[in-house]
């Protein structure tokens, strides 16, 4: 779906991206992972044209550089990390916004197709019954759940993600996550996602790519990239050591609890 | 936009204080105590005593037998200089066509920016003035005396240039008697007395003129613009040198009930139908005559003024300053009004 | 919370129109000199009998004479015309730069734009800069690009300062802009003395003696800029919401910030030389009616305009009637009423920031 050739990004003297290329295959979810400042941001930048790139960015065997901002809206919706409000729009407006790249001219009225791509992505997030509050008045989860609806409704063939939930508690990392699995699911669809935490990224992607210092590392199936020599190079120290470590920290005291308790 | 509003009492009650002053002052002379030179007082109030007694004598009063002379200044102020100034800077418009007009404009060594009459007077060096009154401008040209009013300068200024030995006579004239005081006080200052009083004589004389040969009962009435109507009507009302002149010659003022200069309403222009308009827009040689120009607005066609063209533009502040060329002013007025009389 | 739909119902419509109009009635009818309101409506009926008469059955019809007719038809009316237009543009355009820089303290005024209007028409009028065949165009054109200018420094501007353009950088540059754009016009002033001694018209505003041609082009200006910021009202929702997000969902973020700039500056240029700059219309207006419509534009914009035109015509009506017979200027009167709600929005900004 997508495909990606010698991309390079150069900030002033800085080497962002140096000349990756990979691509995005239809039903895959593709994780990319990397320490804070391997280019991971600016990746997804580079793909939705917002910072000027040198090669090739293909959307199926297009070059996205030739298409109308509408036009590339439909094929890739972009979820971002954190969203600032200032206005109290409602949950279904800013929804709603979600369907501009299908009907962009001036006098377009919204059609029953855009009124029940709405009403499936609000039912979908869950957020059906809120769609009339304020979106001030909202949480971070169901903030991000609210401009999750929207990208659905936008209803694009690639999703990118850049860290959608960071900020959120694990319920609603575990509710945004399990969403978007079930949308790529439907076929002609597509996620990429820039993420920090690496059992998400084993969890849901169905491939993953190591970024280092704006190169690619390994990129592949999640067991051949995620290996701990690759990972120690990376973020020189031993990961696996330390995720074992930490869960060890959780698993104890629930056996001893379900075991003492009740 | 400046407003010329007259506190006769309080001025009158300051003068006369002033001048009483001023007489003691010379009493005590006589007994050969003469004051230290070149001191200015403080303002200096009191209560008022017989004000035409003071007025009368306080022409002789300042004059002193070793050439000094002292004049109170319009705030009460007195100020005494070893002899007639010879270098002058003078910040109104009005201080300099006195000046002027009582022949000592060569004292003039710098002029307030707003200073154009008469024509020499630009040849003067050009200093700030208003908000931006700026002291060393003013103390590199060495003035012995500064003059000024009291609408532009602060007392702090004033009091700065005290302190740097430059006299500071305040003139502030809120009608015509003021300006006979105003010019008065300046003649001695300048050891014009006779000039001074000519001009006095002369406005005095003129005005007399007008006052008699006006055959007005007050019925008609004279509209003052000062600002036309593209940026927002002004109108002169009571309290002003243009109120005292229509006053003079028998017409009445339609803004008479508003004090001072004071935005109007264009409606109550209308209203209100004056039988005669006197604009003091200034002309700069393009678009129409400011008199054309009222002429032309919309709606006004009804307004007597208008239709019978009686619209004069005095575009030269001869209404509008406190200076001897109010008198020319006043006759302008009185020949568009009853017709030229030579 | 309640719900409110995506557009303006035709009732809607007819409310705020005929609120527009119960407005303007009264604004006609009430005034500096005292007319008997039955004289007012014959005279009306008049002129309107011997209107249709003449344009529509071409038969030979005087219009009413006298000075009640002057003062109401020639003085009164396209006066209040000028201000309602003025206010709907003015009111407009505020709206358009609070969604557009997504700060509810955006305006004219609070940036400076309008300020910078009027430093091009003094500029316009000090230089005499004109066009031979339209006396006026010089200043106009001067005034809406010099809005434009502003514009785009004050972008720049914020663009360096903090991208995020917060309510404090807001404030902060409009200050700023303000300060220097003032600067530049005593400058001016100072140099071109005899040809722009009546500086406080042009910071004050005013729009005393304005007639039917100022009317006619201030409507055109409306139809025209006010027209494309009313077909921009999707892409200002999205630039409500983030530009960032606008991007993402497919808003030519480039052209569509063009445009309404381009129209934002014709309708506060034309406005600042018609009438000067009166402050705080743009700020007012759209904070009110949000409360009433919601944020979406779809329905603030519709009704900023009615809303725009209504206070406007409120305001000069105070200026004109509060001293008579002296009058305010209209600027006076708005800045007063702006002046509060600027420092209850910023309250309000301020507390509820967190989110």
């Known amino acids: 779906m997508l495909n990606v050739k010698d991309l390079s990004v150069r900030l002033g003297q800085k080497q962002i991206l140096d000349s990756l290329s990979f691509s995005v295959r239809e039903g895959h979810w593709l994780m990319v992972v990397g320490p804070n400042g391997a280019g991971k941001s600016t990746l997804i930048n580079a793909v939705t044209r917002n910072v000027a790139y040198t090669g090739t960015v293909l959307f199926e065997g297009e070059d996205i550089r030739r ?137 849901y992607g169905t491939e993953v790519m190591l970024l280092d210092r704006g190169k690619i590392l390994a990129g592949g199936d999640a067991e051949e990239v995620l290996t701990p020599e690759n990972l120690e190079r990376v973020y020189g120290m031993n990961v696996y050591g330390w995720m074992r470590e930490m869960l060890s920290l959780w698993k104890d005291p629930e056996e001893t609890g379900t075991g003492d308790g009740v | 936009m400046k407003r010329s509003v007259k506190c006769t009492k309080t001025l009158a009650a300051v003068l006369a204080a002033a001048m009483l002053l001023a007489l003691t002052a010379c009493g005590s002379k006589e007994d050969g105590q003469a004051p230290s030179e070149g001191t200015v007082s403080s303002l200096t109030e009191q209560d008022s005593g017989e004000q035409s007694a003071a007025e009368d004598s306080a ?149 007399a003129e007008i006052e008699e040969k006006s055959t007005g009962d007050g019925s008609q009435t004279v509209y003052f613009e000062v600002s036309p109507l593209e940026y927002g009507l002004w109108a002169a009302g009571s309290n002003t040198f243009m109120d005292e002149v229509a006053d003079m010659m028998g017409l009445t003022n339609c803004f008479a009930d508003l004090d001072g200069w004071a935005s109007v309403s264009e409606e109550q222009v209308l209203e209100r139908n004056p039988d005669y308009i006197v604009t003091i827009t200034m002309y700069y040689g393009e678009g129409p005559l400011p008199e054309e120009e009222i002429m032309a607005r919309p709606g006004w066609e009804n307004v007597t003024a208008v239709k019978n063209k009686a619209i004069l533009n005095l575009q030269n502040n001869e209404l509008s300053r406190p200076a001897p060329r109010l008198a020319e002013g006043a006759k302008m007025l009185f020949d568009f009004v009853y017709g030229a009389t030579e | 919370m309640k719900s409110h739909r995506e557009r303006f119902s035709a009732p809607e419509y007819l409310f705020f129109a005929a609120l527009t109009v119960a407005v303007l009635c009264l604004c006609v009818c009430i005034g500096s000199v005292n007319i008997p309101l039955g004289e007012t409506l014959s005279v009306f009926w008049d002129a309107l009998s011997s209107f249709v008469q003449k344009f529509l059955f071409h ?150 003696g304005r007639g039917y041609a100022d009317a006619a082009v201030l409507l055109g200006a409306l139809v025209l800029f006010g027209g494309i910021i009313l077909f921009h009202a999707r892409e200002l929702n999205a630039f409500a919401v983030g530009e960032e997000n606008a991007r993402h969902i497919g808003v030519n973020v480039r052209r569509v910030k063009l445009t309404l700039l381009i129209a934002v500056s014709g309708l506060i240029g034309i406005c600042v030389s018609i009438g000067g700059v009166i402050g705080f219309v743009g700020l007012v207006t759209p904070h009110m009616l949000r409360m009433l419509t919601g944020p979406n534009h779809r329905r603030l914009l519709p009704a900023s305009l009615f809303g725009g035109a209504c206070f406007l015509m409120l305001a000069d009506l105070v200026a004109r009637i509060l001293l008579n017979p002296r009058e305010l200027n209209i600027g006076i009167v708005t800045s007063l009423a702006g002046a509060v709600v600027f420092v209850f929005i910023f309250y309000r900004t301020r507390r509820g920031s967190g989110c």
């Open chain 1, 67 to 203: 298409k109308k901002p509408a036009e590339l809206a439909r094929c890739m919706g972009v979820l971002a990390q954190t969203h600032e409000t200032a206005y109290s729009f409602s949950v279904e407006e800013v929804a709603r916004l979600g369907r501009y790249a299908h009907s962009p001219g001036f006098l377009s009225r919204g059609g029953e197709g855009d009124r029940a791509a709405v009403e499936d992505a609000l039912t979908v997030t869950g957020m059906w019954n809120r769609r009339n509050r304020s979106i001030l008045t909202l949480s971070g989860g169901e903030l991000q759940r609210t401009f999750l609806a929207q990208v659905f409704a936008q209803d694009p063939k690639l999703l990118l993600l850049d860290e959608p939930t960071n900020h959120l508690d694990p319920a609603y990392q575990k509710q945004v996550f399990d969403l978007i699995a079930d949308w790529v699911k439907k076929p002609g669809r597509a996620v990429l996602s820039v993420i920090h935490d690496l059992s998400l990224a084993r969890a």
């Open chain 2, 59 to 207: 022409e002789d009063a300042a004059k002193e037998e070793d050439g000094s002379v002292t004049v109170t200044d319009m705030m009460g102020r007195t100020v005494t200089l070893e002899e007639p100034a010879t270098r002058v800077v003078a910040l109104t418009p009005s201080d300099c066509e006195i000046l002027y007009a009582i022949g000592a404009g060569d004292t003039l060594v710098g002029r307030g920016t707003y200073c154009d009459y008469p024509a020499d007077v630009l040849e003067v060096p050009e200093v700030d003035s208003g908000s931006e009154t700026n002291m060393e401008q003013i103390l590199a040209l060495e003035p012995q005396v500064l003059l000024m009013s009291t609408m532009s300068q602060t007392e702090e200024q004033a009091k700065q240039l005290e302190d740097a030995g430059v006299h500071v006579v305040i003139s502030d004239a809120q009608d015509i008697d003021g300006v006979y005081t105003a010019i008065e006080m300046i003649g001695t200052l300048m050891g014009k007395d006779e000039e001074a009083a000519a001009v006095i004589d002369g406005m005095k004389a003129s005005f």
């Open chain 3, 59 to 208: 038969k030979p019809a005087d219009f009413p004479e006298g000075t009640v007719s002057s003062i109401l038809l020639t003085v009164r009316l396209p006066r209040v015309l000028c201000v309602a237009l003025s206010g709907a543009a003015l009111s407009l355009a505020g709206a358009a730069m609070q969604g557009l820089l997504k700060n509810p303290l955006a305006d004219g005024s609070t940036l400076g734009v309008s300020s910078g209007a009027a430093l091009g028409a003094v500029i316009a009028i000090a230089f005499g800069i004109t066009f031979p065949s339209l006396p006026f165009a010089g200043t106009m054109v001067m005034a809406v690009i010099f809005a434009f200018l502003s514009l785009l420094i004050l972008l720049a501007l914020a663009e360096k300062l903090d991208r995020s353009l917060s309510t404090g950088t807001i404030i902060l540059i409009g200050v700023i802009y303000s300060m220097f754009v003032s600067s530049l016009m005593s400058i001016v002033i100072t140099f071109a003395q005899d040809r722009v001694r009546h500086i406080t018209f042009w910071t004050m505003g005013s729009l005393q």
